[in-house]
């Protein structure tokens, strides 16, 4: 009874290549994110959900595209993968879009971009 | 541009001793800071938080400390236990909604 799983945990693929990571969380939460965590570490804020629809929309390249089909579902599609796309990638959710609500965070997606 | 800087990029302490993870940030309107735990190969994990209107919020072992006039925060862990060891991230936040990381402190508690 994973509260935010992510699927795949891990993407080995090509430059050039599309690819999508899934993300669905079982809280009931009405927001969603997505963070990157590079090389230096750095997690960082791509994008947030609240219900459905986008509120946080981070300076990402435009291969970067959420998507959010529910309120439990919330997406990741990159076209054209780059080199330094390779991160682990992060959902999570917060059961209202308040800064100071806890957010729930999936175990991450592995992505290597050879 | 830092805005979240966690100095010490790793801390080992001995188990029952203290640890003291620092935080240190340049956004003035940042109003609400937490720290998050995160073992490997999994997400993290929230811990504990503290608003600004606050300087001490303590939980269990947990205690955080902010000092809003040098823009720090520390994370002390008493008594630290073989099972803390993990990467800490503090992170800040303010009404843009949001949550602003550093890249983390990874604690070993040695037994």
């Known amino acids: 009874d994973t509260a935010v799983s992510q699927t795949p945990k891990y993407l080995v693929t090509q430059m050039g290549n599309d690819k999508s990571i899934k993300c669905e969380q079982n809280?009931?939460?009405?927001?969603m994110y997505w963070y990157k965590q590079d090389s230096k570490k750095f997690l960082k804020i791509m994008f947030s959900?609240?219900?459905?629809?986008?509120?946080i929309n981070e300076t990402v390249p435009n291969r970067f595209s959420p998507k959010s089909p529910d309120k439990a579902h919330l997406n990741l599609h990159i076209n054209s993968l780059e080199l330094g796309d390779s991160a682990v990638y992060f959902c999570?959710?917060?059961?209202?879009?308040?800064?100071?609500?806890?957010?729930?965070f999936g175990p991450g997606t592995r992505l290597l971009v050879l | 541009d830092q805005q979240v800087k966690q100095n010490s990029p790793s801390l080992s302490v001995q188990e029952g001793r203290i640890s003291i993870l620092n935080c240190d940030y340049t956004?003035?309107?940042?109003?609400?800071f937490l720290w998050y735990k995160k073992y490997p190969a999994e997400g993290p994990t929230f811990l504990i938080s503290?608003?600004?209107?606050?300087d001490k919020n303590e939980d269990g072992r947990f205690t955080v400390f902010l000092n809003k006039s040098a823009k720090h925060l520390s994370l002390h862990i008493v008594p630290s236990q073989p099972g803390d060891s993990a990467v800490y991230f503090c992170?800040?936040?303010?009404?843009?909604?949001?949550?602003?990381f550093g890249k983390g402190t990874l604690l070993t508690v040695n037994p």
């Open positions: 999570a959710s917060s059961q209202i879009r308040s800064y100071q609500e806890t957010q729930y």
């Open positions: 809280l009931g939460h009405d927001t």
């Open positions: 959900y609240n219900n459905k629809e986008l509120i």
């Open positions: 956004n003035s309107m940042f109003d609400y």
């Open positions: 503290i608003s600004s209107i606050k």
């Open positions: 992170a800040a936040a303010g009404s843009n909604y949001k949550l602003t």
